[in-house]
């Protein structure tokens, strides 16, 4: 599985308008236009249920970039 590839499928599911151009593993998180608390949520659970892992809320809060998201997954898979 292509782990990386799969984080940015999360992405692109939660913020339906990305694209390839304005989507980065090292992009922020307020660099974002709606990721909101809601929009984090999403991605946390998207994540949760296509590598079927558990994200504690704390470890949630450490993520800021899909790159963490990415860092995050492969420590539990």
């Known amino acids: 599985m292509d782990i990386e590839n799969e984080?940015?499928?999360?992405?692109?599911?939660?913020f339906p308008n990305l694209t390839d151009k304005n989507y980065?593993?090292?992009?922020?998180?307020?660099?974002?236009?709606?990721?909101?608390?809601?929009?984090h949520l999403e991605l946390m659970t998207g994540a949760?249920?296509?590598f079927q892992i558990k994200i504690?809320?704390?470890d949630?809060?450490?993520?800021?970039?899909?790159?963490?998201l990415l860092e995050l997954v492969k420590s539990r898979i």
Do not use: C, H, M
Request: cysteine-free.
């Open 60 to 68: 949630s809060l450490s993520i800021k970039t899909a790159r963490d």
């Open 48 to 50: 949760e249920s296509k």
């Open 7 to 14: 984080i940015k499928k999360v992405f692109f599911d939660v």
């Open 24 to 39: 980065g593993l090292d992009i922020e998180q307020n660099d974002y236009l709606n990721w909101d608390s809601f929009a």
């Open 56 to 58: 504690s809320p704390e």
